[in-house]
């Protein structure tokens, strides 16, 4: 059982940035992503880094504002969210599992964590 704890969010003006980190009890192999939800809406995927933090993804949403890495030695992935837009609000989650190719899709990610808030004023 991996258990994930996620922290750094908090209210910021348009424009302003964010570093969200997230802590694993342990990562062993595992992609680990970082997911939002907005009230009323869908989970929806961020970003994603592999193992070797060699390999990431991002949703068209945030490519060129966020950027995602990871700390093996730590256990610990980062989520550095700069020119942030009101429609990032949402709380945001971390993620561990073997999403294999299909990484967008929450259902294949095996462990969660319990979020936190990001709220981005106009």
């Known amino acids: 059982q991996v258990h994930l704890v996620e922290s750094g969010g908090g209210l910021v003006q348009a424009g302003g940035s964010l570093r969200l980190s997230c802590t694993a009890s342990?990562?062993?192999?595992?992609?680990m992503g970082w997911f939002r939800q907005a009230p009323g809406k869908e989970r929806e995927f961020v970003a994603v880094?592999?193992?070797?933090?060699?390999?990431?993804n991002y949703a068209d949403s945030v490519k060129g504002r966020f950027t995602i890495s990871r700390d093996n030695t730590k256990n610990a992935v980062y989520l550095r969210m700069n020119s942030l837009k009101p429609e990032d609000t949402a709380v945001y989650y971390c993620?561990?599992?073997?999403?294999?190719?299909?990484?967008?899709?929450?259902?294949?990610?095996?462990?969660w964590g319990q979020g936190t808030q990001v709220t981005v004023s106009s």
């Open positions: 993620a561990a599992g073997n999403p294999l190719s299909d990484y967008r899709s929450p259902s294949l990610y095996n462990y």
């Open positions: 880094i592999d193992w070797s933090g060699g390999n990431t």
């Open positions: 342990f990562f062993n192999t595992y992609t």
